[in-house]
């Protein structure tokens, strides 16, 4: 159940995935005299357009609020002015289920581990070159003979236009995909390394 009243939108884009996916409903209520917290997910109306965004304030200050998108490499570039805010997104429905959506310091926290990369301190070369070795383990699976190492994901299924696509989730982290026009899981490094895919869904 989510208070009244509150203003519902469906959510589009990739800015915010997995935070957000289209096409969730947004739950977003006005701010009423209330401050606007570092991690709340905002809707806005974007400066210089007469389109809508939903974003994740990175800061405040006196300055304004910056943005940023769970899903984006670099912050919005505008600084908002709290007048243009419509309101927070405090739950979200997706499908038949409508879940609250964490704000403040905790939703800030959430994303930061969402962005999260064990690969980040490496450089593409490197992958290139570590690439072989990551497939061969893969395909022999012998990290996941070992049972303290295997993962049990969720799989979670979502209409798009192509047809059904399906997510793989370790709690709110997503590690990998098959998407509706294709019949082989797409997978994150170093995911593949324990998740046996003769088991997941084709």
Aim: some cysteine.
């Amino acid at each position: 159940m989510t208070p009244d009243p509150a203003k519902k939108l469906i959510y589009t884009g990739p800015s915010m995935n997995p935070t957000l996916r289209e096409p969730d409903i947004l739950f977003v209520f006005p701010y009423q005299g209330c401050k606007i917290r570092r991690g709340d997910v905002i809707v806005f109306q974007i400066p210089g357009s007469k389109r809508i965004g939903t974003h994740r304030v990175i800061s405040t200050s006196r300055n304004g609020l910056r943005t940023r998108g769970d899903n984006n490499p670099e912050t919005d570039p505008y600084i908002l002015k709290p007048d243009i805010v419509m309101g927070v997104v405090d739950y979200i429905q997706r499908g038949k289920k409508i879940k609250r959506l964490a704000g403040g310091s905790v939703g800030y926290c959430r994303a930061l581990l969402l962005r999260f990369n064990p690969f980040s301190t490496l450089s593409k070369q490197a992958l290139n070159l570590l690439y072989p070795l990551y497939d061969r383990l893969s395909r022999l699976g012998l990290l996941r003979k070992i049972p303290l190492l295997r993962i049990q994901p969720q799989v979670y299924s979502f209409n798009t236009r192509d047809g059904v696509e399906l997510h793989l989730f370790i709690g709110s982290i997503p590690i990998g995909r098959r998407p509706a026009s294709q019949k082989t899981w797409q997978i994150r490094r170093p995911y593949r390394l324990f998740i046996d895919e003769s088991i997941l869904p084709d």
